[in-house]
């Protein structure tokens, strides 16, 4: 089990783990305002869709709460709203979080009623979301076979959602399930998340893992090392496409070549039924220097140009099935997104 909380909500700040940091240093960051938050997002010093998702709240929780009495807080609010929303445009955890931190204050009459309601939100998402991982895990983890060698991409455990983990959580319970082998870590270039975190948070548990290059991945499943694929998801489209660390593509491509399952773990709070399909959802480009620079020096030229989106999109075709706290969606297309989002809001297509 963990022994640390990435995410913490003292009442007067949004305390996360700097995941820049790590797994150098394990350095704590008290986030004071909606600046500190948005910084903090933008820096990738919090990341994973349902990080982010609740770090928003967080960010418009402490917005509401700098205003005094007497003020404007509405407008202190969508002001809030509108800078959280520029900092990860593909991440739609984002977007839901700052709809449903809208949605709760609507009847507050003060600034310090709606300060209450959305520290009190952050706080049962932090709860949820241990939930939720719990549940992704437990349906996933049936999905693998005794011994089960894992390669999995970027980072999507506790980290990455402030619980227990998705694509990671899975991968945790077969290990406590004792249906785990070994697990590849791909590097995940160009911020290095899976040597980073993923490992760190390996080791943290007693996993068994391997770390590799991104571009070996698919010799070693040429090899037959590789029995399944497990990623996370930062959107889903309507009809099952999935927006991914850039990378998730290739190992998907791959995956098929060599007839290895592959496997998306996703909260429902990842799909967007507002967006038809991968063509649809956003790709945020980063900063060149995250390709040009590696740990202080540099890899190229400084002139060199450079394209860096921050994900692709893995099209619903090439998904064995993704995982939610619902259930599994085998095969995905557009019904049958729909019949699971419908089954898991009570409603009866």
């Known amino acids: 089990m963990n022994d ?17 940091a790590l797994p150098h240093e394990e350095r704590y960051l008290e986030c004071r305002t909606v600046e500190d938050v948005a910084t903090a997002i933008v820096d990738m010093r919090v990341r994973g869709a349902p ?58 009459q003060t600034a310090e009623e709606a300060a209450q309601i959305l520290a009190r939100l952050v706080e049962e998402l932090l709860e949820r979301q241990w ?12 999905l693998l ?29 077969a290990h406590e399930l004792g249906r785990l082998g070994h697990v590849w870590v791909t590097e995940t270039r160009p ?17 068994a893992h391997t770390l590799i290059v991104d571009g070996a991945a ?31 593509l290739a190992l998907a491509v791959a ?8 496997y998306v773990a996703a909260p429902l709070s990842t799909f967007d039924l507002r967006t038809p399909d991968g063509r649809s959802i956003p790709i945020e480009e980063r900063d060149k220097a995250e390709v040009l620079r590696l740990n202080g020096g540099w890899v190229a030229p400084a002139e060199t140009p450079v394209s860096n989106p921050a994900f692709d999109v893995t099209p619903a075709s090439l998904i064995t099935g993704i995982v939610t706290e619902a259930g599994v969606i085998l095969s995905p297309d557009q019904r049958k997104v729909q019949a699971l989002l419908e089954a898991a809001s009570g409603r009866v297509q």
């Open 4 to 20: 640390y909380r990435p995410l913490r909500w003292t009442g007067d700040a949004f305390v996360i783990l700097d995941q820049t």
């Open 51 to 108: 990080a982010i998702g609740i770090s928003a709240v967080a960010g418009l929780a402490l917005a509401v709460r700098e205003q005094g009495a007497g003020s404007d807080w509405r407008v202190a609010l969508e002001h809030a709203a509108q800078r959280l929303a520029a900092t990860r445009p593909t991440a739609v955890d984002l977007f839901h979080g700052l709809e449903l931190a809208r949605s709760r204050v609507t009847a507050a």
């Open 131 to 142: 939930a939720i991982d719990r549940a992704i895990a437990e349906h996933g983890a049936g």
């Open 145 to 173: 076979p005794l011994g089960a060698r894992v390669l999995t991409h970027c980072n999507t455990g506790a980290l990455g959602t402030g619980a227990y983990g998705t694509a990671l959580g899975i991968v945790r319970r």
């Open 191 to 207: 911020r290095q998340q899976g040597a980073r975190l993923t490992t760190w948070e390996l080791r943290r548990v007693g996993i």
């Open 218 to 248: 698919a010799w070693v499943m040429a090899r037959g090392e590789v029995d399944a694929v497990l990623v996370g998801a930062d959107r889903v489209a309507a009809n099952g496409d999935v927006a991914n660390k850039i990378g998730t």
């Open 255 to 262: 995956a098929e070549r060599y007839r290895v399952p592959f």
